[in-house]
């Protein structure tokens, strides 16, 4: 009857996680291929002693599906919670009605008045506005670090370091990090870590499984895949478990059953999209990086970079988000490359079906402490769509001659 009892837990053991996801969290009591949507604040019960019950078996196994109301989730949740912990490889995962969310509930979970955060220097803005304007008032204090040398992370660290924050590679710059050497050093002096893996997730890399203690996962984009659903998750470890639990329950953020649904019914299709992405994505890389105009393309394509070596340690695949940064004294010409583009929508988010193009100055890429940009330096941020590779490149042959 119940979803959870209909799961192929051993499956992921058995398969890859393509047939995994495929195959998972079939509902053999509908005998409908996907579960549905079940909608409850109110769960009822036979009687009271089946409520206590019910409670006391949720404490025994907080990954199970004994909820007791609908702010705890449904089985339509509890099915998309379930896919993305076998997927993780992790202990348990939360579901956030954004991806923002989850990055909230990650640092709110594990600071205190006093504490010290370090984070990656391009880590998306609002994360920035999070931990370096907000939790002020908290008396949490918010170091940078410089994605690009280890060195400056390590020696940022004091004996207030409570954690160090990760995004990998970082927003709009895309630099990739040596991510085991951060979590040895971070074990070393005993401060937790998270790291925000929207960009790869964990088709490409399973950061718990590498020895994060949380991994954030914006669910709006790749999970979804079309564009029309938030959410967000966070997979974490047994270590942060008490923490966490603790937090979620009093932060009252909830993904729907109907967002769930969705995105679960995005995530089927997850590796064949990702591979696309990719394919297309690396064309495009590929013709950009012998454009004059741009002088660099923010993407593991490059053999013998160091983000290229810092990506192949690490990832099996790329996905379809790249940066390219245009040099040019005329800002109008560059904005009008973007303008020109008519296969991309301007927008934010990305991870969809479709492509985007977005136009970054310093104002919009947010706050930085390292790599700042020159006022003759643009940065334009593409998302590759899955469309035919060909019609996208030819789109930005005809764009790219509007820079002057
Ligand atoms: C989009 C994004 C988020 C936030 O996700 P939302 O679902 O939009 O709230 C967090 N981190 C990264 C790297 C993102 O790109």
């Not at 992790?90 to 984070?119: H, N, Q, R």
């Not at 160090?164 to 050497?181: A, M, W, Y």
């Not at 995530?267 to 696309?276: A, E, P, Q």
């Not at 290229?308 to 099996?316: E, I, M, Q």
Request: glycine content about 6%.
């Amino acid at each position: 009857m119940d979803i959870a009892l209909s799961f192929k837990y051993q499956y992921f053991m058995k398969t890859s996680l393509s047939t995994f996801i495929k195959h998972t969290a079939k509902d053999f009591h509908n005998r409908s291929v996907n579960p549905p949507v079940v909608r409850a604040s109110t769960i009822i019960f036979k009687n009271l002693q089946e409520i206590e019950k019910t409670q006391k078996k949720y404490i025994k196994d907080p990954r199970s599906a004994n909820f007791d109301y609908g702010r705890q989730g449904t089985s339509t949740t509890h099915a998309l919670q379930r896919i993305l912990q076998e997927m993780e490889e992790c202990y348990k995962v939360y579901l956030t009605p954004t991806g923002f969310g989850a990055v909230f509930l990650a640092v709110l979970s594990v600071v205190e008045p006093g504490d010290e955060i370090l984070i990656t220097d391009s880590v998306y803005s609002p994360t920035r506005r999070l931990t370096e304007d907000y939790l002020k008032k908290f008396n949490i204090k918010s170091i940078f670090y410089d994605p690009k040398n280890f060195n400056d992370l390590k020696s940022k660290i004091t004996n207030k370091t409570k954690l160090i924050f990760v995004e990998n590679p970082g927003s709009n710059t895309f630099e990739f990090q040596d991510l085991r050497k951060i979590i040895s050093l971070a074990k070393k002096h005993k401060i937790y870590t998270a790291i925000d893996n929207t960009w790869g997730t964990p088709y490409l890399i399973k950061p718990i499984k590498l020895g994060f203690d949380m991994s954030i996962v914006s669910a709006t984009k790749y999970y979804s895949g079309h564009s029309d659903v938030m959410g967000g998750s966070l997979a974490i470890n047994k270590k942060v478990f008490k923490l966490v639990e603790a937090t979620n329950r009093v932060t009252g953020m909830r993904l729907s059953p109907d967002d769930a649904y969705l995105i679960l019914r995005g995530i089927r299709t997850l590796d064949v999209r990702m591979d696309k992405h990719q394919i297309n994505a690396l064309k495009v890389a590929k013709f950009l990086s012998k454009q004059k105009k741009i002088i660099s393309v923010y993407y593991p394509y490059k053999k013998n970079s160091q983000n290229y070596k810092l990506w192949k340690k690490y990832y099996s695949g790329t996905s379809g988000l790249m940066g390219l940064k245009v040099k040019s004294k005329n800002r109008n010409s560059v904005k009008s490359f973007v303008n020109s583009l008519k296969l991309f929508g301007y927008g934010f988010s990305w991870g969809g079906f479709e492509s985007l193009a977005l136009y970054q100055n310093q104002k919009q890429m947010g706050k930085r402490s390292f790599s700042n940009l020159k006022k003759d330096e643009h940065i334009i941020r593409l998302h590759i769509g899955l469309e035919d590779p060909v019609d996208i490149i030819n789109d930005l042959k005809q764009a790219i001659k509007k820079i002057k």
